[in-house]
């Protein structure tokens, strides 16, 4: 089973960055679509964006395109999510897991413990 290990969060004033990082465990990874969720306090978690298992291919949720992009590397085994013009409401646990493709991010696996992302205004 591929572990998964989130990283890069923190707290940032709006209009700010960050780039998340998701390692895995396991030569499966570079066979995987990867997929971006978050979850803020008292809500459900909900998907942010997927990439194909070649990188060639991603989604996004439409909360957040055209400021956050996901890619990966799959030397590294790692899938990363860029986040530019960040907002309040972009505040929350953010989590990977593999999904069944970039076109139904339907997640597959157990969750890590996520990262914390955490916007002031």
């Known amino acids: 089973q591929v572990q998964l290990v989130e990283s890069g969060g923190g707290l940032v004033q709006a209009g700010g960055s960050l780039r998340l990082s998701c390692v895995a465990s396991?030569?499966?990874?570079?066979?995987?679509?990867m997929g971006w969720y978050r979850q803020a306090p008292g809500k459900e978690r909900l998907f942010v964006a997927a990439?194909?298992?070649?990188?060639?291919?991603?989604s996004y949720a439409d909360s957040v395109k055209g400021r956050f992009t996901i890619s990966r590397d799959n030397a590294k085994n790692t899938v990363y999510l860029q986040m530019n013009s960040l907002k309040p409401e972009d505040t929350a646990i953010y989590y990977c897991?593999?999904?069944?493709?970039?076109?139904?991010?339907?997640?597959?696996?157990?969750w890590g413990q996520g990262t914390q992302v955490t916007v002031s205004s």
């Open positions: 897991n593999a999904v069944v493709s970039e076109a139904r991010v339907i997640p597959k696996g157990g």
């Open positions: 990439i194909s298992w070649s990188g060639s291919s991603t």
């Open positions: 396991g030569r499966a990874f570079s066979s995987m679509a």
